[in-house]
């Protein structure tokens, strides 16, 4: 679920700090 998240986020546009978003996904998947 997270990873999807994730790909949908980077397909969307960059308006609300997407770079921090992938990140965020990044460290939780990390986890």
Do not use: N, S, W
């Not at 609300?16 to 990140?23: E, F, P, V």
């Not at 965020?24 to 990390?30: P, Y």
């Amino acid at each position: 679920m997270i990873l999807a998240h994730a790909e949908c986020d980077f397909r969307r546009p960059v308006r609300y700090g997407q770079r921090l978003d992938i990140k965020l996904t990044v460290a939780e998947v990390r986890r």
